[in-house]
């Protein structure tokens, strides 16, 4: 299986979720407002690798700023601010995050489905971000050219992998305090087998393939070799990937309005000045073939 970063989140943040995430409640604004709005709350704070210890929530009225890691925290917030959202008013979402715990991000967006609300990304949307907050939804826009990048999320292997970690915790000094190993173990696994059919219903939905997901099941790192691309060369980086835009279309997930940076000289210039250590290549289209073809 391809390793990319962020890929353990959704595993071991099962047990711990990051923390950090405040809010702050403001009235009603309009739809381009709160865009706006979101827009310079963001670029007011500093690098997106940085913003795990900020406030990265911030609701207005029918609209909601996120910036950071997705979490149990973000969860609670994000519910709690839609509460508040009439019925008949359809909220708004700006967000920037490298991603986090893949269990809230489905959460979220289905949510978000539910009420039809609108999300749009801003520089930077990777991981569950992209997975669940952006592709979980039909009216998805971007602001400027964000960088979408992707790395896989949970596919067949989720359920063994989640067994895996499980007996690893057992077996570690920690695993005395697992009052009923055998019960646990099997919550675990099916949990990850509920999510499996949680995130292929979202997708479904939002008009996404699956197979933007579950084409990292088989990849390989030595997949991504290319022109811009060399992981025999660079190892120890961490990987995720970005479609073209042709592939983007096809597995739908192109935006509704905006763009999205394709470029792969200035995706990893842009990760280079947030994320040390991490890179970003093409997809190899042939594990992203849709049902059918």
Same mark, same amino acid.
């Given at each position: 299986?391809?390793?990319?970063?962020?890929?353990?989140?959704?595993?071991? +943040?099962?047990?711990?979720?990051?923390?950090?995430?405040?809010?702050?409640?403001?009235?009603?604004?309009?739809?381009?407002?709160? !865009?706006?709005?979101?827009?310079?709350?963001? &670029?007011?704070?500093?690098?997106?690798?940085?913003?795990?210890?900020?406030?990265?929530?911030?609701?207005?009225?029918?609209? $909601?700023?996120?910036?950071?890691?997705?979490?149990?925290?973000?969860?609670?917030? @994000? %519910?709690?601010?839609?509460?508040?959202?009439?019925?008949?008013?359809?909220? @708004?979402?700006?967000?920037?995050?490298?991603?986090?715990?893949? %269990?809230?991000?489905?959460?979220?967006?289905?949510?978000?489905?539910?009420? &039809?609300?609108?999300?749009?990304?801003?520089?930077?949307?990777?991981?569950?971000?992209?997975?669940?907050?952006? /592709?979980? !939804?039909?009216?998805?826009?971007?602001?400027?050219?964000?960088?979408?990048?992707?790395?896989?999320?949970?596919?067949?292997?989720?359920?063994?992998?989640? $067994? *895996?970690?499980?007996?690893?915790?057992?077996?570690? #000094?920690?695993?005395?305090?697992?009052?009923? #190993?055998?019960?646990?173990?099997?919550?675990?696994?099916?949990?990850?087998?509920?999510?499996?059919?949680?995130?292929?219903?979202?997708?479904?939905?939002?008009? +996404?393939? #699956? @197979?933007?997901?579950?084409? %990292?099941?088989?990849?390989?790192?030595?997949?991504?070799?290319? *022109?811009?691309?060399?992981?025999?060369? *660079?190892?120890?980086?961490?990987?995720?990937? %970005?479609?073209?835009?042709?592939? /983007?279309?096809?597995?739908?997930?192109?935006? @509704?309005?905006?763009?999205?940076?394709?470029?792969?000289? !200035?995706?990893?210039?842009?990760?280079?000045?947030?994320?040390?250590?991490?890179?970003?290549?093409?997809? #190899?289209?042939?594990?992203?073939?849709?049902?059918?073809?």
């Amino acid at each position: 299986m391809l390793r990319c970063f962020g890929l353990q989140a959704s595993i071991v +943040v099962t047990l711990a979720a990051c923390g950090g995430v405040a809010s702050v409640h403001e009235g009603n604004s309009s739809r381009p407002d709160i !865009v706006a709005q979101c827009k310079e709350w963001m &670029e007011s704070q500093s690098a997106l690798d940085e913003t795990e210890s900020r406030d990265g929530f911030l609701a207005k009225g029918s609209g $909601a700023c996120i910036s950071g890691d997705i979490d149990e925290e973000l969860q609670e917030q @994000v %519910f709690a601010w839609l509460r508040t959202v009439p019925s008949h008013t359809e909220p @708004v979402v700006v967000i920037r995050s490298g991603g986090g715990n893949a %269990f809230p991000a489905i959460d979220i967006a289905s949510a978000l489905q539910e009420r &039809e609300a609108e999300v749009y990304v801003y520089d930077v949307c990777a991981s569950a971000c992209a997975n669940y907050i952006y /592709a979980g !939804v039909r009216q998805r826009h971007s602001l400027g050219k964000t960088i979408l990048l992707f790395h896989g999320g949970l596919t067949k292997d989720t359920p063994q992998e989640f $067994a *895996e970690v499980f007996d690893s915790l057992l077996s570690s #000094p920690e695993g005395k305090y697992i009052e009923n #190993p055998d019960l646990e173990r099997k919550e675990w696994v099916e949990r990850a087998e509920l999510y499996i059919q949680k995130q292929d219903k979202l997708l479904i939905a939002a008009g +996404v393939d #699956p @197979v933007v997901i579950h084409g %990292f099941g088989e990849m390989e790192l030595s997949d991504l070799a290319s *022109e811009d691309c060399d992981p025999e060369r *660079e190892p120890d980086l961490e990987y995720a990937v %970005f479609f073209s835009e042709d592939l /983007a279309n096809a597995l739908g997930i192109s935006p @509704v309005t905006g763009s999205l940076e394709y470029r792969p000289s !200035v995706i990893n210039e842009r990760l280079n000045r947030d994320t040390q250590g991490n890179k970003a290549c093409l997809a #190899p289209e042939k594990y992203f073939r849709l049902a059918g073809s």
